[in-house]
């Protein structure tokens, strides 16, 4: 994610309850991989790769459960807009207030772990944690959702076509 | 013609009086011994303080924004004219460093000019002794965080002198006064929170012993206010909130609206849902006027939140409205709503300039506001009266102001409402004309315009309040308007309501504009060029491709070697060129709030980079 104004703040407990139904729906349809992944302590002290200091792997333990999986992916839109991610970075991600996220340009990374720990656990420029907002399946889908973005940008994304749902390495 | 300028030369009139009368206590103080000392001390103590508080307004400065408190950006100096400016050439430059949007004006006092920066809001110091020599650099460190809160780019909009302070605004809701010499830090007075979406970008205003400020963030659930600081401390003196029971208003027995529809108890509340005007909007980021003879300000008011107006029924008080209000107390003396229940983020916070004119052969006192939705209003500034309001932009969305009632008649069709597509509405959400502030010269009595051209298509949608993000329920997508080009500047002749002449430009002209004595004007374009005209006829004289795109406010001074020079500051970016700034994504339209869809080929014509233009005639003298 690019250093140009990220945005929003600390999303809180009052966001996580209005956004119950999707979040419960979406809890319900996890795999069990997310149960082995690490806890929110663990992750806050993993380092963080970017453009600045280049890693060439994700750790791992931050393996996206549902990299290509279309339904998530589905999921993952509907709860950027549902979050107000579209707020700050712009229905379809095209960027405002926060930066665009179909683009090649990741400060903070853009591998799927990378992607996970920024919307986990904020970033200085703006971006608000979403750790007490969201459980890290509603993360993981987002994450899956915003690896398509970049493809295809102006059509919606469907969940029916698996063909859209290959995932970009940014 | 020239009575138009009558309140801008009354005050320099004024003011030229009181220096004066100042020059000759002090000569009487140095020429006598103990004895006079004493009575001159109390002269120069009596005759000192209308000095410090009044505006200085030396012909060679810059102090302000506005360069006066009408808000004319009309100088007087008259070395540059319409037969010369062709040979201006650059005297010197000097590089911010930044590379988001640059709006301010840079100021000139004495010998040093004055640049404030966008975030991270440093104020530099120059020397024009020695042609711009750094003198000292000021860091108010703002929060990095502020930049996620600020809905369309991270822009300042300038600082403001006065009794030896520089007093800007940082993006973190901090104003600061810095010592003018030193560039040391005097007082940083905190006014806002970045988590709940506040931010500061507005040009303070100093009246007298106060300085007055106001909020941003009308697209993130923010409360609007306007606060006065004491110049001295920065203390709180006063807060007026722009919705709200009226005792947060600052309405009380002296509020005497013009129109029926703006009297009541407590219309800040009942125009609302319950309690939605906690997170209405009605945000005070524009330009703020003074008049002396009144010692009123007035100040318009940003759009209502959310932008979706089904989730406020109601007109939404006090939100796209223009206040008049005592600069001591902060008490309302008037109000106009200019746009009820705004449909289309049509705020109010555009310049109102103070002018004297003659209306059907009777003297007005008068202001003149070219509003976002695309009317020149000309109001009674005793009143609140509209006099008249006329289209100064291609419009589709408001068919007549009824003078009446005072409000604008929306179109059918060109109503917003949740999950309906609506096209073509123009002025599209930044209105005919946004930020970018008109000037006005009293020698052709016309008003210059840097205006847009732009029509939007908008789908409302249901949005939650979650405090410090967005809170907006409208995807926009804006285009360039008919004949595809997205800007003009023109100029107006307000006693007869109508355009002399215009210029099309590509992009919105979205930089400020001056006017000097020498009958020329000038402004700048997002693609590149800063540009003089003929303010008679609008005639191209000269013109010069800046390093990136201008969207600052240009002004001009004299220099300590009695030349008139013309300085700006380029470098692309605000709402309009946040495409560049942010690197937006242009195959998406929606993109900044749908302004990257209107400005989708700005990328080809510059990139970002803040720098400071400083141009001369040849010549070591005047």
């Keep these: ?170 | 013609m020239h009575r138009n300028g009558a309140l801008a030369n009354r005050q320099y009139g004024t003011n030229v009086k009181k220096y004066a009368s100042l020059s000759q206590a002090e000569w009487i103080a140095m020429k006598l011994a103990n004895f006079v000392s004493r009575i001159a001390v109390s002269l120069l103590t009596v005759c000192a303080l209308p000095v410090a508080l009044a505006a200085p307004v030396k012909d060679s400065d810059w102090p302000m924004p506005a360069k006066d408190y009408a808000n004319t950006r009309f100088s007087r100096l008259n070395q540059i004219t319409t037969g010369n400016v062709k040979q201006l050439q650059l005297a010197w430059t000097f590089s911010t460093g930044l590379a988001t949007g640059h709006e301010a004006a840079p100021l000139v006092v004495g010998d040093t000019m004055y640049v404030v920066t966008p975030y991270p809001n440093y104020l530099y110091a120059l020397d024009l002794k020695s042609g711009g020599r750094l003198k000292w650099t000021y860091k108010p460190e703002p929060a990095r965080a502020a930049q996620g809160v600020a809905c369309c780019d991270v822009v300042n909009r300038g600082a403001a002198y006065a009794d030896g302070k520089i007093v800007f605004n940082a993006l973190d809701n901090h104003t600061v006064a810095v010592d003018a010499e030193t560039g040391k830090e005097i007082w940083k007075t905190k006014l806002g929170d970045i988590n709940l979406g506040q931010t500061m970008t507005m040009a303070p205003l100093i009246v007298k012993d106060k300085v007055i400020v106001g909020n941003s963030g009308g697209e993130m659930g923010v409360r609007g206010w306007v606060t006065a600081l004491n110049l001295k401390d920065g203390s709180k003196a006063w807060q007026a909130f722009s919705t709200g029971p009226d005792k947060d208003v600052l309405i009380g027995a002296d509020f005497k609206p013009y129109y029926e529809s703006d009297r009541g108890k407590d219309l800040g509340v009942k125009t609302w849902p319950p309690d939605k005007w906690q997170i209405g909007g009605g945000t005070v980021w524009g330009w703020i006027s003074y008049d002396p003879t009144t010692n009123l300000i007035f100040y318009g008011t940003a759009n209502p939140g959310p932008w979706n107006p089904d989730l406020r029924p109601g007109d939404n008080k006090w939100t796209s409205s223009v206040f008049a209000r005592d600069a001591d107390t902060g008490m309302a003396k008037w109000a106009v709503q200019y746009n009820p229940h705004d449909l289309h983020d049509y705020d109010g916070v555009n310049e109102h300039i103070l002018v004297d004119l003659t209306i059907q052969g009777k003297p007005r006192k008068v202001m003149l506001h070219p509003d976002r939705n695309g009317f020149l209003y000309v109001l009674d500034r005793t009143t609140g009266e509209i006099i008249s309001a006329n289209p100064f932009v291609y419009t589709t969305s408001i068919q007549k102001v009824d003078l009446k009632t005072g409000h604008p008649i929306v179109a059918p069709g060109k109503e917003p409402h949740t999950g309906i597509r609506v096209n073509d509405i123009c002025p599209a959400a930044p209105g005919g004309k946004d930020w970018q502030p008109s000037a006005f010269s009293p020698q052709t009595g016309l008003l210059y315009i840097p205006h847009n051209h732009l029509c939007m298509d908008v789908t409302s949608t249901e949005v939650g309040y979650i405090a410090g993000t967005p809170y907006v329920g409208m995807e926009v997508s804006m285009k360039k308007g008919p004949g595809d080009y997205g800007g003009v500047f023109s100029a107006w002749n307000p006693a007869t309501g109508k355009e002399v002449w215009a210029i099309k430009e590509h992009y919105p002209a979205w930089s400020g504009a001056l006017v000097t004595a020498g009958d020329v004007v000038f402004y700048g374009t997002m693609d590149r060029w800063f540009k003089a005209v003929d303010a008679k006829t609008g005639k191209e004289l000269w013109k010069f491709q800046a390093g990136s795109g201008v969207i600052g406010q240009p002004i001009t001074f004299q220099g300590p070697d009695g030349k008139q020079y013309i300085a700006v500051l380029s470098g692309v970016g605000g709402w309009a060129g946040a495409v560049v700034s942010g690197h937006l994504d242009t195959r998406i339209p929606y993109g900044a709030l749908g302004f990257v869809n209107a400005m989708k080929d700005l990328p080809n014509d510059t990139t970002p980079g803040g720098m400071l233009y400083v141009f001369a005639l040849p010549g070591n003298t005047p």
């Design chain 1, 1 to 170: 994610m690019r250093a140009f104004h990220i945005s929003c703040r600390d999303i809180s407990w009052l966001g996580a309850l209005i956004l119950g139904i999707a979040i419960a729906d979406s809890a319900a349809a996890a795999p069990a991989a997310t149960q082995q992944l690490p806890g929110s302590e663990q992750i806050m002290h993993q380092q963080v790769g970017g453009t600045h200091i280049p890693r060439p792997a994700t750790p791992d333990q931050l393996k996206n459960p549902y990299e290509g999986n279309a339904s998530a992916a589905a999921e993952g839109r509907s709860l950027f807009n549902a979050m107000n991610c579209s707020g700050c970075h712009a229905k379809d991600a095209g960027g405002g207030m926060g930066p665009p996220l179909g683009d090649k340009d990741w400060i903070y990374g853009g591998e799927p772990g990378q992607i996970y720990l920024s919307i986990l656990q904020g970033r200085p420029n703006g971006m608000p944690s979403f750790e007490k907002a969201l459980p890290p399946d509603a993360l993981w889908k987002l994450v899956t959702y915003i690896r398509t973005l970049g493809q295809s940008p102006s059509e919606p994304i469907d969940a029916s076509s698996p063909a859209k749902q290959t995932g970009k390495a940014h």
